[in-house]
């Protein structure tokens, strides 16, 4: 059951990858260039070499609890540069202060604050089960 578990945090996170690239691909105000391409790439390489660790064997390089652990700290690269991409919804104020802040709908914070998190909790558990050998 733990590594079913498993299985399923780590598709979530990739679906949570894969939206926030088709996301940020959409006009309007975004967190600079380098958070949003840090967030991308470090989940490209964070799920690759964490798939291919859960898939090949500890005898191979890529199933190595090496690969384990640096494919958790890609996901980890994730997480904080999520938190940085969710820190625009915060209101502005100020002079120049706009955009980000007024979008609503399912494109607005609250999708932004939902998937972030759940990423959060997702690595979290992951990490966990790293540690205590469910994987």
């Given at each position: 059951?733990?590594q ?11 679906l ?20 949003p ?99």
């Amino acid at each position: 059951m733990g590594q079913l578990l498993v299985y399923v945090a780590t598709a979530l996170v990739a679906l949570v990858v894969l939206l926030t690239r088709l996301r940020l691909r959409e006009p309007g105000p975004h967190a600079g260039r380098f958070v949003p391409l840090l967030h991308v790439t470090a989940g490209i390489i964070g799920l690759v070499v964490w798939i291919l660790f859960l898939l090949l064997p500890l005898s191979s390089p890529l199933g190595s609890s090496l690969a384990g652990v640096v494919g958790l700290f890609f996901l980890w690269l994730v997480v904080v540069a999520g938190i940085f991409l969710m820190v625009r919804w915060l209101p502005s104020r100020g002079k120049h202060a706009g955009g980000a802040a007024g979008r609503r709908g399912p494109s607005g914070p609250a999708v932004s604050i939902v998937a972030h998190l759940g990423t959060l909790v997702l690595v979290v558990w992951l990490t966990w089960a790293y540690v205590t050998a469910i994987v």
